[in-house]
């Protein structure tokens, strides 16, 4: 059986080294710090005229900070241990593949967003290193459709390519057609699941049965896939809000945030318990379709979508989701191990084309011609821009996104299936005996007085 | 033996629907952004005379407001996982009363405390979502009494009722008695505990020992708990300072709540091994007791009580609360799952009269002038009110909660006899099985030569 | 078997009480609020002329204040749940000596550090309880090397001493020879590690061999431990920052911690997969060599290190804290459970002289004069102070570290090897059993249809 087994103990070193002396390469001659984390704070405090150090943008961002990036690594990484013997690969590679993404998500959407036309650095600060984590949440979601499936060193192709992918997209979305997006419905999340979707169309294995025994949850897998569920669940607020506008954006962003995964827990228990037998209750659906009210709210959160408009893109996205886990195989081809579709996707799309249709419909008696002006940053050459334009250029960058998602995914899929990369045999997947040294189970610890015995562990006759 | 099993799938769904269209619909007639939420934020900071963006109340609470936020979903749905086979039940459960309580909690508490004179309607900003996670915290405590032996309708039930009997108990409280209670040992835990002890009570299951084989804890579910038990600890200073005064009212909350809670650690250790065989600690009592110095110093935390009365009120509640999981057995008809009688009713009772001696007892001397009038908010009508008459109140807060609850309790108990609730049968209570989809062990996992063999689970023959 | 069980029936409850009881009279004696937290904040306010509440030191650092505590308690407590028969202890006696030492934290630091002239009085505020958590880290390493093998009554000793041990070499490091060390890789990470090392050193057992049946993880102990690696690792770039200087000082800090662990992770993963057979990794390496990273930016994260800087410091400790699990054994008679010599030690080390090195070649022209002169505090009595001087006191203050920690451990570790404090037998480390009541295996549950039988457990012959 071993000789099936992928060896990555050559590939794997080699990927993490020289990509990572190429980031520190690569920060050594790009990245310095930018003005509010630079020793000259206090002198650009005085040319501001910025009386108090509470004024840096640390203490405005810096909890919304810390929240995300538990979503990205607690969150993310234990949502994906729901299978009964691959939590390890699921909160490890995350990990992997997250603080790498982080480090070249900086650079990647330095260049395009943080680049100071003085000295041609990058600065960084707060701000950026919250948008670092969200361009690795899309090669995180892309993660979830190919769980178990893909070698280690796989994944970090995966990132090296998504995470350029990401910043483009996200230049055009948000810089070329002056999109909002704060919380990423489009640029994150339809991105993220489109690029999976078609890396693992691509990848298809006509013969992933063999593995079917180890591609299901037990108990505490699926306790431990909740620690994931609920710190995202209750972080997305933050997740949404954390690089909106100072003030009314960030606390506006976080209520209406809260409220539509507060309405789609509801929605999605109804449809688990209404599709099964004696009305009970499916984990897969309650970790995840639970979670899909934050999605949708990724585009409109910052804007006055109302507290009532929040609950109905909560309770639509509930359903929706729960539905896609019960009866949507989109294709057979496509072998989506957690749902992206249902979770990322689809919820994702549906985002866009709320966020779409509330600029579309904002009007200065509700905002207040500043708050209009400042939520959808109507200045410079967007002055004359109306909120009817920008509902229609809000329409493209979902476009932009899925272009990007499904090309780049394409790409980076043919690239994926070169027989050099260590992937798991059929019979192999979702399995941690693959790529971690897997201790025997606890319930094989001999009785007390046999300790001068050796251990016979339950798979011991295959190690 | 499934005959006897209940059914929930169309009362669960209808009760999630009817219930979550209901809250659209009232939040659509009732409930926006208040001034710090809404678009107009920039021209209500003018007529102010607010500098800085900063100034937001989002800024002063929204940290507190997350560490809450995990207190509620992890912290008391993963203390509920400690039962062997009812982890999904506990915190699945707990997600699910906790989404829709909130949002009832809006509307219930915004009638009470947030209405706007002017347009009738309910204006919602950070701190209104703080108190509408306390308000849930109110029905998550009775939940623990009642924990493996009602469906998740009879919970949804518990939350519909509960959520106004809290409203309308706090504003008796807050606003007609003018009483302080920040961390709410009285409006919170007294009522809470009180209220799902008497629904208990009422439920009383003479036969409740057919469940006894799954009435305890495994060692997973054990540390499973651990993790709501360790983040309700530390984010304990929070719960207790999250809506207190800004400045040095929200600071010494935290720092009187962070000592009282390091105190009950100490005495709950001394007094678990005290009691056992050998010393052994029991982890009922470390995953509980160790909590009773928070929930007593919900009431004065944020009065001058000092350090070393802060480590007092900790010392003290360790040792009654660990008693009480060891010895009182308030009545045998009372079945209470997680001893929330311990946790919650006797803590927060203490609470309550520690808190109304501390204010009788509060001095210009020990607060300044100012101090006592902005702690007390001895201000408008209440100037005169003297710390000896606010003492007195706080006092009679206690009885208006335990009268709440006790009453409150008594009415949804009866309501919840009904026959038509789906609940458990006797011999089925504790068990996940009744209410979800379980997988099978992982540890029944086939050897991995026999992959295309059926998979034959421990309970296989049951399903 | 149960006779060499030691018996903590009277210790441990007497150590727990009358500890307490001390901290109640000492706090009694000593401590009270300070400015910021005390009601007569409003006074002080307009004295200092400050404008807004939002000023109170609390807004500055309850963000940091309240991940650190996570740190303390989540962190650290399920790090050392990856025994598979340790997890109660783990993360339980984690818990006891935590909550002791954060008392005993602010007493000992307080007087060393925060007492009041005026009135011979130690005044407490926000900043004195993230030290108190810091100082509490120092005793919580030393833990890791003795994980199993101690009991709870030693682990009190421990803490006992430690704290003092840390106060006074704190107060030596920062205060005397005034070294920046705002992170702690010095003060608490090579004094803790040190400390724990030298206890383990005197504490030799050389029959552990008769328990390494229970020395090791189980899968799902794993998975528990990487939720105290996962919040040690996200959270650090606050530990790092919490203390730091208002404004930049916290920013720089929290960046370049976060770049630093994400380097390790990269190399950890390279290291431990290149040494395995097929590549395998070891989840020993990624619970731990992942953060090595965070420690060792303890001491430079608020220089202008640079983010490549910090990414090469990330990237060494990860090489070097893996190549310590691998294959360092100090000495064959120093047992250390969790591998502090090459998460902490190691790393501190390192850390320390980072440190040093960055301070000497700190210049005007990279830090602005006043930058120069806030970041490493050149005000009254160190006004002519260079940064060449300031490196050589760095170097000095790791030699005090190293020194406290030694000699400490020393004496601690004499004191500890006297036959009363009922430490397990040889036969009996890593064994929950023997203080904690552990409950059967929920793999032990009779099928539905045998309720009535008595439960037979695995174990149940040995209970």
Redesign the interface.
């Known amino acids: ?1 071993l000789a099936k ?9 080699v990927v ?2 020289v ?3 190429a ?3 690569l ?2 001659v790009f ?3 930018d003005e ?8 650009h ?1 005085r040319e501001k005229n910025i009386t ?9 961002r ?3 900070f ?2 995300v ?2 979503m990205i ?2 969150g993310f ?2 949502l994906m ?1 729901f299978l ?2 691959y ?2 690969g699921g ?2 590679f995350n ?2 593949i997250a ?2 993404g ?2 070249w998500a ?1 650079l990647m959407q330095g260049w395009f967003h943080a680049l100071d036309p003085a000295d041609g650095q990058i600065k ?3 701000e950026n ?1 919250i948008n670092a984590d969200f361009c690795v949440a899309g090669c995180l979601i892309a993660y979830g459709a190919l769980l178990g499936k893909v070698s ?1 060193v796989q994944l970090m192709v995966l990132t090296l390519f998504g995470i350029p992918l990401f910043a483009v997209e996200e230049y055009i979305i948000l810089h070329v057609l002056h999109v909002r997006d704060a919380g990423g419905s489009m640029v994150i999340h339809t991105f993220g699941a489109y690029y999976g979707l078609t890396i693992s169309w691509i990848l298809y294995r006509p013969k992933l049965d ?5 591609n ?9 896939a ?2 994931g569920t ?2 995202l ?3 997305w ?2 997740f949404n809000s954390a690089i909106s506008d ?3 954006g ?3 962003a ?2 209406n945030t ?2 539509a ?3 789609s ?3 999605t ?3 688990s ?2 599709s ?8 897969v659906h ?1 970790q995840n379709a ?1 979670l899909a009210g934050g999605v949708a709210m990724g585009t409109a959160a910052e804007f ?1 979508i ?3 408009g929040s ?2 893109v909560g ?1 639509c996205c509930g359903i929706i989701s729960t539905f896609g886990y019960l009866v949507i195989t989109v294709s057979r081809r496509i072998q989506d191990t957690c749902g992206v579709h249902n979770l990322h996707a689809m919820p994702g799309v549906l985002g866009a084309v709320v966020g779409a249709i509330t600029a579309a419909t904002a009007s200065e008696s ?3 011609h ?3 002006v ?2 959808f940053d109507f200045k410079g050459k967007y002055a004359e821009r109306t909120p009817a334009t920008q509902g229609g250029f809000q329409a493209a960058g979902l476009c932009v996104a899925l272009a990007f998602g499904i090309v780049g995914g394409a790409i980076v899929g043919f690239i994926l299936r070169l027989p050099v990369w ?1 992937d798991p045999s059929d ?1 192999n997947c979702f399995d941690d005996e693959v ?9 094989s ?5 046999e ?1 001068n015995s050796h ?1 016979v562990g339950k ?1 011991a006759d ?1 190690m």
Chains 1, 2, 3 share one sequence.
């Open positions: 059986m087994n992928p060896d990555v103990r050559i590939s794997l070193p993490c080294f990509w990572q002396i980031m520190i390469i920060f050594g990245v310095r710090y509010e984390s630079d020793a000259h704070w206090s002198e405090k108090s150090d509470i004024e840096n943008d640390f203490y405005y810096y909890p919304s810390q929240d990036h538990v690594f607690v990484g234990f241990t009964k013997r939590s390890f909160v490890g990990f992997l603080a790498f982080l480090q900086l960084i600060g707060i290193i280690p063999q593995s079917k025994r180890l299901g949850s037990g108990y505490h897998s699926d306790v431990f909740m620690i609920l710190f669940w209750m972080f607020p933050s100072h003030g009314d960030q606390h506006r976080a209520i809260y409220l995964l507060a309405s827990v509801l929605t228990f109804a449809i318990s209404l099964a037998k004696r009305g009970k209750l499916d984990m309650i639970t006055m109302t507290p009532y609950l109905i309770f509700v905002y207040g500043e708050g209009l400042n939520t260590g019979d790529y971690w040294e897997v201790p025997e189970d606890e319930e610890i001999p009785p007390i007085l300790y251990m798979y295959r």
